[in-house]
């Protein structure tokens, strides 16, 4: 259904700029997703104009609490540096990889308290070093059997391997 607004002069057709806070509200209650797209365009244009200050008064009143989830995100990501938005990707390949901290900066071949300036946007990594990030965190997963459930020799058959391959990638990357 199309968005319409009520007691407004302005339609959801004019720019979001116009729309005003209570244009923005409507939008979010009563909008869709081709709505919300043009607020999310409006703060990619202007993180800190006119638009991001009426969303930030319309979110607290609208209902929709998944539009406005989305919508507030958006605006705090749109708001970052560019180092806090590469931070923000490696915080999310890390989680996305089901590894601990420590076992994916040993994948990467790095240290964990390296990863943790990437993580905190203190360094940001080189464009080799996202590439590995991105390639690690979509790696498939390998499936973990419960110990009990696999002869004790296997486990460490599987070990030992895992430890070769590990030994085998971190001295390649050192060349």
Not at 57 to 73: N, W
Not at 147 to 171: H, Y
Request: proline share 5%; no cysteine.
């Amino acid at each position: 259904m199309k968005l319409k607004f009520r007691n407004l002069t302005v339609t959801p057709d004019d720019a979001v700029e116009l729309w005003g806070e209570e244009g923005i509200l409507s939008a979010i209650d009563r909008g869709n997703i081709r709505d919300w797209a043009r607020i999310r365009s409006a703060l990619d244009r202007e993180p800190f104009g006119k638009v991001a200050s009426e969303l930030e008064e319309a979110l607290p009143l609208a209902e929709d609490e998944g539009a406005k989830a989305v919508l507030r995100s958006h605006l705090r990501l749109s708001r970052q540096t560019l180092a806090e938005q590469v931070a923000t990707v490696i915080q999310r390949r890390i989680r996305e990889s089901g590894l601990t901290r420590v076992e994916f900066a040993r994948h990467l071949g790095t240290s964990r308290s390296r990863l943790s300036t990437y993580e905190n946007g203190t360094v940001t990594p080189s464009a080799t070093m996202m590439l590995k990030i991105d390639a690690l965190a979509r790696r498939p997963r390998r499936l973990e059997l419960p110990s009990r459930a696999m002869p004790p020799d296997a486990r460490e058959q599987m070990d030992a391997r895992d430890q070769t391959a590990s030994g085998s990638s971190s001295s390649s990357a050192a060349r």
